[in-house]
């Protein structure tokens, strides 16, 4: 029997519990495997973003990411080793790398994204025309929020 008179320390509200019973459910934190790929999920968001633009520096890739960039030197290494990213010492600022996909990384990024398509054309059939209305509602709401809070200096900064 659980012992309810300890407190958890994490928080007991209904964000916490949705996203860890989505996170959980759908089981986002294993690698994305496909036919012939394999992902984790920071190498799917790499490549989520990567597709968007021809090619970007490893920073605005670490800030749209939110990812420290040590985090991300580590991402973009495995990629590369992968052959799906190639990274180049930008010619107008040799301090920053230049990032793009590779043909290999192309393909990869289209196989994914036609999964990924798929998985949520499924699951959202699933819900009725006014659950996914007030899905799109909640996670535009809550992205604004999230973008509005990170805006705002922290304590110390």
Known sequence: MR???VSSVFPDDELRQGLQQLIRLSRILEPHSG?????SLSEVMALGELTDVEAMSQHELARRLGLEKSTVSRLVAGLVDRGWVS???NPDNRRLYRLQLTH??????RQIGKQLHAQHTQLLSGLT???????????????RVLKNHYRQPRNGD
């Open 3 to 5: 012992d309810t008179t």
């Open 35 to 39: 036919a012939t790929t394999h992902a």
């Open 87 to 89: 990274r180049a010492r």
């Open 104 to 109: 290999d990384g192309q393909a990869a990024a």
């Open 129 to 143: 025309p006014a659950e996914r209305q007030g899905l799109a509602i909640g996670l535009a709401g809550i992205a």
